[in-house]
């Protein structure tokens, strides 16, 4: 999903990092995926980053992916994470529509990575189910 993202700058980046805990403190508990996302991002950052604003369409676009695949690390999006989620893509201009959109697009973009695997099928199934996508779309993807 982010071999061709958008260039961050630093400020961005940290907006990023700083979000993505939002959304992952938003059902009270940060798991262990949801840190390791989170660490992982903010390896990148220079020292001293400070939050700054999110501009321009593929970047808007790229930090909602992000918030969703937090939200996603452990499972499933929460209740409370898709409404955090809404509150800060409206922030950057995203509408419910947008976030939607985005969610399944990510769902859909995690499936890909099991794209050719036929002996663990049922399981590639079940996740999907769990994301909420249906096995048409797994035989879409995979």
Not at 14 to 42: P, S
Not at 58 to 72: D, H, P, T
Not at 105 to 115: D, G, H, I, Y
Request: aromatic share 6%; with cysteine.
């Amino acid at each position: 999903m982010w071999e061709n993202g958008p260039e961050l700058d630093s400020a961005s980046a940290a907006t990023f990092a700083r979000d993505m805990k939002t959304v992952a403190l938003a059902d009270g508990a940060l798991h262990d995926r949801e840190l390791a996302l989170i660490n992982a991002f903010e390896g990148d950052l220079p020292p001293g980053a400070e939050p700054g604003p999110i501009e321009g369409e593929a970047v808007c676009k790229a930090y909602l992916q992000s918030l969703i695949m937090v939200g996603l690390a452990d499972g499933q999006v929460s209740e409370v994470e898709y409404q955090e989620i809404l509150k800060l893509a409206a922030k950057v201009g995203l509408d419910q529509a947008a976030v939607d959109a985005a969610v399944i697009e990510v769902k859909r973009e995690f499936l890909k990575t099991f794209a050719g695997v036929r002996i663990f099928r049922d399981a590639v199934v079940a996740i999907a189910k769990e994301l909420g996508l249906d096995e048409a779309e797994v035989d879409q993807l995979t």
